[in-house]
């Protein structure tokens, strides 16, 4: 029909629809369309029923994607013709759980908080004045405090706090930011604060004043933040600093630190535009920068030996409050702009290694002897969620850790398929459960070496079937037998009587970027890693591979080196270094040649091939080189021997720009190896260390890019899918990538994902979703 005729439709609107003020938009939308009907949330995502003219239904269609709140992702708006049922104004009516065979809409991820409610937050007038959980519409906790969809208040951790009548005025006033939020609140309503020591006794007076003195004293105090609690201690105290390494069991790994602001951080760090962005943006990621020179000193023991300084901005309520506190409680956000000098280290409550401590009473027994006080509050955290971590690379962002402000958001999928629970890898765990054409991929669990981060694990597999509604139909893992992921995905899968499908590890990290940049196409994969278990029982992590689809060719691989001593190889890359003197045939210097105890034990391993493992990794080809050059015999954290050399290579190149290769650094052989260890021999005895890092990088870009070339004219492929965790060091990314664009190949890389085995449990979801199809 035309003209003013009444027409009328039902309109289904998927994505991220619920929690993010979409109902009132919708709401504002009919007032201003004059159309009549209703709208409210139920497990699909959200529907309208709208009357009218046809004019202003198609406006109403259109104006629901290009119009959508900040916080919304629309999928898809699908309008079906109705029956004109006379409908008399529009109203936003009660959400409805009708069963269906799957939930298809997603709750949205935990942001900061506005510019609006910290106007609020700091205005002595406002009723919300200093309220530690203020929130509305467009800001606050979504994901970790939803219990299960639709999205509704009693679904959430806010439903013991029953609405106080202002609240309830607000909440159901559609001209109000806080019409329908359902996380609103107010200092009557609560939650609220509380400060006790470990035996959970109160300290006196207000729980942000003497949460400040504690910090200012040297006191290492637990605070309660949205997905778990913080460790938090004054960062430009060496002692406090020190006393929290030692407590934690955390000897050289930086901490983070919290500023109040960028113009605070500016004292300590460089950052870019783009880096300030990530920094200011609503996720309020972790962001690793470079270190202002000097200024370390004054946040002392922080980033030991380090260029970089990873820095993070407040994001609830609290952490702003400690800064407004500091900065003696000023009226306005004036303050906000200008430096402030209180810097918090700022790192996950938990012993070393193990899951985030998110509720009350883990953080009273898991805490104790490493916390002096915690800084809690009555609402319940749902779900663990760790920080976000970014490094921004060539200009473009990229995830060390993908959890908090980025967690629940879906990746989409080239195409809809099974639905598929992928349980990833052993390292930086995460899991992957897939709905048609969307991956939903899991926070942070962490690596699952021991018993409370395995536990993690299968609770995050009941938490994501449970919130989104999904059943799975095949379940995928690592092929490596012994994994605590596969063997746990293989006894799910045995409980609920489901097919199991095992993803070789290298192909699962390529299959990963292509499922998120859409590309069905055989590509060129290059997975460079520490270490992953190839179908033939060897420890791979230098791959050259041919993937499509399901289907994975190795095409080549790096010259494999001896592992002596098998893992213990990976953690001191002294021994690496007396590997590559092996394979020189210099076995009899080892001994001399390394102060470590045990150089001669290992010499002669070596030479008798005794627990000797060989692998193909890039990773160790790292160890080696820092151990060559002196600069890391012994690891404290993951990737430090990596990170020292990039280091020195950085300073250098950062000085003169790019050395030259090494000459005859590389032999490319006739089976497809890539044999790099005529460039590693090059750097023992190096005089100018960071010159000799600087060579070798240059050395490793020029081989791997003369391999790939090789590969892709002998294939005829021009794509290439680039993971795996050596992709997080810049000089290599960026130097590679730019030397095979000009060489005609296109490069893709992970962009919403990490490089490393965070991603791991996409690309077995993929895979399994593709051998299904094939």
């Not at 972790?286 to 030996?305: K, S």
């Not at 459960?433 to 690596?447: F, K, Q, V």
């Not at 746990?488 to 699962?508: K, M, Q």
Request: charged share 20%; with cysteine.
């Amino acid at each position: 029909m035309t003209g003013n005729a009444v027409i009328a439709c039902r309109i289904r609107v998927t994505g991220i629809v619920q929690g993010v003020g979409f109902r009132p938009f919708v709401w504002h939308l009919a007032q201003e369309l004059e159309l009549s009907g209703w709208v409210r949330n139920d497990s699909e995502g959200v529907e309208i029923a709208a009357e009218g003219a046809q004019a202003q239904v198609d406006a109403l269609l259109q104006r629901l994607r290009s119009e959508a709140p900040p916080l919304a992702r629309v999928d898809t708006v699908v309008a079906v013709d109705a029956v004109p049922d006379g409908l008399a104004g529009f109203a936003i009516a009660e959400s409805t759980d009708r069963e269906r065979a799957t939930t298809q809409t997603a709750i949205g991820p935990d942001v900061a908080v506005c510019t609006e409610c910290l106007a609020e937050l700091f205005d002595p007038s406002d009723r919300r004045w200093r309220h530690a959980f203020i929130t509305c519409t467009h800001c606050g906790p979504r994901y970790t405090v939803t219990r299960a969809l639709p999205y509704d208040r009693p679904q959430t951790s806010l439903a013991p706090f029953p609405l106080c009548p202002a609240c309830a005025a607000e909440y159901g006033s559609p001209a109000d930011r806080r019409f329908h939020a359902e996380t609103t609140c107010c200092p009557q309503c609560g939650p609220r604060l509380s400060l006790t020591d470990l035996q959970g006794n109160a300290v006196d007076g207000d729980p942000i004043t003497a949460t400040l003195q504690l910090l200012r004293s040297g006191s290492i105090v637990a605070i309660k933040g949205l997905g778990g609690f913080h460790l938090a201690c004054d960062a430009q105290s060496a002692a406090t600093v020190a006393r929290l390494r030692q407590r934690k069991n955390r000897e050289e790994k930086p901490f983070a630190v919290m500023t109040a602001n960028t113009p605070s951080l500016e004292y300590y760090a460089h950052f870019s535009t783009q880096e300030q962005a990530l920094l200011e943006s609503r996720e309020r990621p972790v962001v690793l920068l470079r270190a202002q020179p000097g200024r370390t000193a004054t946040l002392p023991g922080v980033a030991p030996d380090l260029r970089w300084l990873g820095a993070m901005l407040p994001c609830t309520p609290i952490h702003f409050l400690l800064f407004h506190e500091a900065a003696n409680r000023p009226s306005g956000r004036q303050w906000l702009a200008a430096p402030q000098d209180l810097v918090l280290v700022m790192t996950s409550a938990n012993p070393g290694g193990e899951p985030i401590v998110y509720t009350n009473a883990e953080a009273r027994t898991r805490l104790i002897g490493i916390a002096d006080a915690i800084l809690d509050h009555d609402r319940d955290i749902v779900s663990r969620c760790d920080d976000s971590v970014i490094r921004v690379i060539d200009r473009k962002p990229q995830f060390i850790r993908r959890s908090r402000g980025y967690a629940s958001d879906a990746i989409r999928l080239p195409r809809a398929g099974t639905s598929v629970l992928a349980f990833g890898a052993h390292l930086k765990s995460s899991v992957c459960l897939t709905r048609g054409n969307e991956a939903y991929l899991s926070p942070h669990i962490g690596d699952l070496d021991n018993a409370a981060t395995c536990a993690f694990l299968e609770e995050t597999v009941s938490r994501m079937q449970a919130l989104l509604e999904i059943k799975p139909e095949i379940i995928a893992h690592d092929l490596h037998p012994d994994y605590f992921s596969t063997r746990a995905a293989i006894e799910f899968a045995g409980r609920h009587n489901l097919p199991v499908f095992a993803v070789a590890h290298h192909h699962a990290h390529i299959a990963a970027v292509c499922a998120e940049h859409g590309q069905s196409a055989p590509v060129l994969g290059l997975a460079l890693d520490g270490v992953g278990l190839g179908p033939d029982g060897e420890a791979w992590g230098g791959e050259l591979l041919r993937v499509e689809g399901a289907n994975c060719q190795r095409l080549g691989h790096l010259r494999p080196l001896p592992l002596p001593g098998g893992d213990r190889a990976a953690r001191q890359p002294w021994r690496m270094a007396a590997a590559i003197l092996h394979e020189q045939g210099r076995n009899a210097e080892i001994k001399t040649r390394f102060q470590q105890a045990g150089a001669g034990t290992v010499a002669t391993m070596l030479q008798r091939q005794l627990n000797c493992p060989r692998t193909s990794s890039m990773g160790r080809l790292f160890d080696a080189a820092a151990g060559l050059l002196g600069l890391c015999a012994e690891m404290k954290y993951e990737a430090q021997a990596a990170i020292l050399v990039e280091q020195a290579a950085s300073r250098h190149i950062e000085k003169y720009g790019w050395p030259r290769a090494i000459e005859e650094g590389w032999r490319i052989r006739a089976d497809g190896q890539l044999d790099l260890l005529p460039a590693l021999a090059s750097l023992d005895g190096a005089h100018d260390v960071e010159l000799a890092a600087a060579q070798f990088h240059a050395t490793l870009v020029a081989a791997l890019a003369a391999w790939v070339e090789q590969a892709a004219k002998a294939s005829g492929l021009e794509t290439l899918a680039c993971a795996g965790g050596c992709f997080h060091n810049a000089l290599l990314s960026i130097g590679l990538r730019q030397t095979l664009e000009q060489r005609g190949i296109i490069v893709l890389a992970p962009a919403r994902l990490s490089p490393g085995d965070a991603a791991i449990a996409l690309g077995q979801a993929w895979v399994a979703i593709q051998s299904l199809e094939s």
